[in-house]
């Protein structure tokens, strides 16, 4: 049956005004099975006529007809496809790409049918066993002779099964011997598929070939054994061609393998970017856990604080208004101070402290209560009972308990003898996490106490004065003088007398009222674990909430609290009280069981979030009296330095993005080269079947394992160079390993120079696949 046939073909090419005819009304027709030489002189059309046939080139007018099939309307995925599955090249020069192995060269042509790794394999084997070069399917092409080269040529070229083969020059390069041997090979595969080789060699197409068509001037002068068919009916079927982008990453790896030092080299040049961006951000990153961790301590320090008066700082930021001066209209406006008018009074109620109770302990596990209720302490010196007030002010001034107290609480929980209450104990302990055991137990009930000292083991001097030791400056107290000192909280009942007047006075201290009273001692001295930990708790007593709660239980129904609770006046002093004033002094006296203050702190930044969120869920709908306004006591540190690591981040950043840049258009001009170096391999793979997209696909591919490549070098360089840069650092500042890679943005880094070295090649690889396959398989 008929399997190709050409007519009218005309072929010309424009050099100038010059016009040269390469074909010129060629008609003929071939069998599926023959052994077909094109003879003529240099330049008489006969490498472009089988350049037409194989589908490399196009001709202008006429029609190429296989198996029936016009490819007057072929698309150039349909040649893709006709060359691969229909044609098999064998070259003058043979061709082969360098970097692969044999068994690879062979297989890659099925490399772009898509057959299966296996079948691709064993195909390929077969192929090779069939021209003899079986035993050298693991060497390289440099390692072959001309003729073995020319025999994996072929192999390649038969590998795939293809119907018609075309052969130009096969012996041009060869000596006699080997000239003889490849043309008893070619005759042989003859006998199953239709052979056309051009050469201008007279002997060999008379003894070889079975058809001698002679050409000339873009013409066909004889034809020895013509063939002429009626037109037959289209059975020609396309499979079309793809390369997948594992088999396009493999292919250029090995290419790449082939060039070490230089890919080394590219690849370090390409990571110059990423490495300034790695150490940038390594420094970015260590210097944000030391704020981090700084600005944790701080939020010990300064917590969310719930306050009797607080600023509505957005009260203050939506009154603001232009700093523009307006015009002299000669007078001026009397107006409220921004911040006082901003004041707002906190009416904390029971329901409230309920509320703040129920937040999640993942959030902020420890809350601090601040009451200002007067605990009536006696203590015993030398047998004898004694007041004593757990105060660090000097117990020889002038001061009233109530003035001394004011004092300590004054600074809003710091300095505070009471510490956190923590809620749930499973996740950690507040007195455990932030300070240290000098001496003695940790508190576990609510009558324990302990002594709190700071990280030099010195306590307020006044502190243990109002204890009842007597020291001097620098004196020094045995821990076990502090550790089982006992102290009695005596109730209102047996504290206070009242007198006829109808006021309150203390009674004086007796061994009588301290053995009444409800024991407490001490039974540890703490500090905090380092130098750098919060100091929440101020030098001397401290004692937990717990006993706070049940002072004001045991008094709240007392004879000075009902007697307060009837009157204006103040039961001690007599005088008058407002109605803060009258709040106050319930509280003082154990009247009131809500706090005046609250302390809630956040476990971490990203908890304070939460905390605040929380807070603001109970002033929804409120009006605006009734709200709660809190104040949070560390962001103004923490947006001013977090913003200002950010800002200098951004900004060094920017900068090393600009030698990112530089890498990539010096990407695009390597992979520019790389496609002028490899521009026979574009040839070879079109010859093949490659489509444009697969040609694309392999620069890509190689682009793409640059990119990793380059990112990882980076990435790992600037791993490497945190560890002198840290060295320095601490010698400079004691901060230690400040810098420090976050392996997410390791990532980020490897994926960006992958993407920018993928688009600063895509251009070139673009350029590669628009390469003509004619002119591309005749560079050197």
Same mark, same amino acid.
């Given at each position: 049956m008929q399997m190709l046939q050409l007519k009218h073909l005309f072929k010309s090419y424009h050099v100038g005004d010059t016009v040269t005819h390469a074909l010129d009304d060629v008609s003929i027709s071939f069998r599926d099975k023959e052994f077909v030489t094109i003879l003529g002189p240099s330049g008489s059309g006969k490498t472009t006529m089988l350049n037409v046939i194989g589908g490399l080139d196009r001709y202008d007018k006429g029609d190429l007809i296989i198996n029936g099939k016009s490819t007057k309307n072929f698309k150039e995925t349909d040649w893709d496809a006709y060359r691969n599955n229909s044609v098999g090249f064998i070259f003058q020069n043979y061709n082969l790409i360098s970097h692969l192995s044999i068994i690879a060269n062979v297989e890659l042509g099925m490399t772009l049918s898509g057959v299966s790794s296996k079948e691709r394999h064993e195909k390929a084997i077969k192929a090779l066993t069939e021209v003899g070069l079986k035993d050298h399917m693991h060497k390289q092409p440099n390692q072959l002779s001309g003729g073995q080269m020319q025999r994996v040529a072929i192999a390649r070229a038969?590998?795939? !099964?293809? !119907?018609?083969? +075309?052969? /130009?020059?096969?012996?041009?390069?060869?000596?006699?011997?080997?000239?003889?041997?490849?043309?008893? *090979?070619?005759?042989?595969?003859?006998?199953?598929? +239709?052979?056309?080789?051009?050469?201008?060699?007279? /002997?060999?197409?008379?003894?070889y070939a079975t058809r001698i068509v002679n050409f000339q001037d873009g013409k066909i002068l004889n034809d020895s054994n013509p063939f002429k068919t009626e037109a037959e009916k289209d059975t020609f079927n396309l499979k079309r061609t793809k390369m997948s982008y594992w088999n396009?990453?493999? %292919?250029?790896?090995?290419?790449?393998?082939?060039?070490?030092?230089?890919?080394?080299?590219?690849?370090?040049?390409?990571?110059?970017?990423?490495?300034?961006i790695a150490v940038v951000l390594s420094l970015s990153n260590g210097f944000q856990k030391q704020i981090d961790t700084t600005m944790s301590k701080a939020l010990a320090k300064y917590p969310v604080a719930i306050t009797p008066t607080a600023t509505d700082m957005t009260s203050m930021q939506t009154r603001k208004e232009s700093d523009k001066n307006v015009k002299n209209r000669g007078y001026v406006i009397a107006k409220q101070d921004e911040s006082e008018e901003a004041t707002h009074n906190n009416k904390i109620t029971q329901a409230y402290v309920d509320y703040v109770k129920k937040i999640n302990p993942n959030y902020a596990n420890n809350i601090a209560y601040q009451r200002t209720t007067n605990l009536n302490l006696l203590g015993l010196t030398n047998g004898k009972a004694e007041k004593v007030q757990f105060s660090t002010a000097d117990p020889d001034s002038n001061q009233s308990i109530a003035q001394m107290r004011s004092q300590a609480m004054s600074s809003m929980g710091i300095g505070s003898s009471v510490f956190p209450t923590t809620l749930d104990k499973d996740k950690g302990n507040f007195l455990k996490q932030n300070y240290q055991i000098l001496s003695g137990a940790w508190p576990t009930k609510a009558t324990d106490l302990v002594v709190v000292a700071d990280n030099k083991n010195t306590v307020n001097i006044n502190a243990l004065k109002n204890l009842g030791f007597d020291v001097?400056?620098?004196?020094?107290?045995d821990f076990n003088k502090l550790i089982g000192k006992k102290f009695s909280v005596v109730s209102n009942n047996d504290y206070y007398q009242e007198l006829p007047t109808g006021m309150f006075v203390p009674k004086k201290a007796t061994n009588s009222m301290y053995n009444s009273g409800k024991k407490i001692k001490i039974v540890g001295v703490?500090?905090?674990?380092?130098? !750098?930990s919060m100091q929440l708790l101020s030098s001397g007593i401290a004692y937990s909430d717990k006993l706070s709660q049940d002072i004001i239980d045991q008094n709240k129904n007392s004879t000075i609290v009902k007697a307060q609770r009837k009157t204006k006046r103040n039961v001690m002093t007599g005088q008058n009280m407002n109605a803060t004033e009258k709040k106050q002094m319930m509280q003082t006296i154990g009247g009131s069981s809500i706090p005046t203050g609250i302390m809630i702190y956040p476990n971490n930044f990203d908890s304070k979030d939460k905390? %605040? /969120?929380? %807070? /603001?869920?109970?002033?929804?709908?409120? &009006?605006?009296?009734?709200?709660?306004v809190y104040t949070d006591m560390s962001s103004a540190v923490t947006t001013m330095t977090g913003g200002l690591l950010n800002g200098i981040t951004t900004v060094l950043v920017a900068f090393a993005a600009i030698s990112l840049i530089t890498s990539m258009i010096m990407i695009g001009i390597l992979t520019y080269t790389s496609v002028l170096e490899r521009t026979k391999e574009i040839g070879v793979l079109k010859a093949l079947g490659a489509r444009k997209r697969d040609i694309t696909r392999v620069f890509d591919a190689e682009t793409f394992i640059l990119g990793i490549f380059a990112g990882v070098l980076g990435v790992g360089i600037g791993y490497l160079l945190t560890f002198p840069i840290n060295s320095v650092i601490y010698k400079l500042t004691d901060l230690a390993n400040v810098a420090q890679l976050n392996p997410?943005? &390791?990532?980020?880094?490897?994926?960006?120079?992958?993407? *920018?070295?993928?688009?600063?090649?895509?251009?070139?690889?673009?350029?590669?696949?628009?390469?003509? &396959?004619?002119? &591309?398989?005749?560079?050197?």
């Open positions: 038969i590998a795939n !099964d293809p !119907d018609i083969l +075309l052969c /130009d020059e096969p012996t041009g390069a060869l000596d006699t011997e080997t000239s003889v041997q490849i043309m008893e *090979l070619i005759k042989e595969l003859s006998k199953n598929r +239709l052979v056309i080789m051009v050469t201008h060699n007279p /002997d060999l197409a008379k003894k396009a990453i493999k %292919l250029s790896f090995t290419n790449i393998m082939t060039k070490k030092a230089r890919t080394i080299l590219t690849a370090f040049a390409s990571s110059i970017g990423i490495i300034s001097k400056k620098n004196s020094k107290i703490i500090r905090p674990k380092n130098e !750098d905390v %605040l /969120d929380y %807070l /603001d869920k109970w002033n929804k709908g409120k &009006a605006k009296k009734n709200q709660i997410t943005h &390791a990532l980020i880094l490897i994926i960006i120079s992958t993407i *920018l070295t993928l688009l600063g090649g895509h251009i070139p690889a673009r350029m590669a696949a628009k390469k003509d &396959a004619v002119i &591309a398989l005749r560079s050197e």
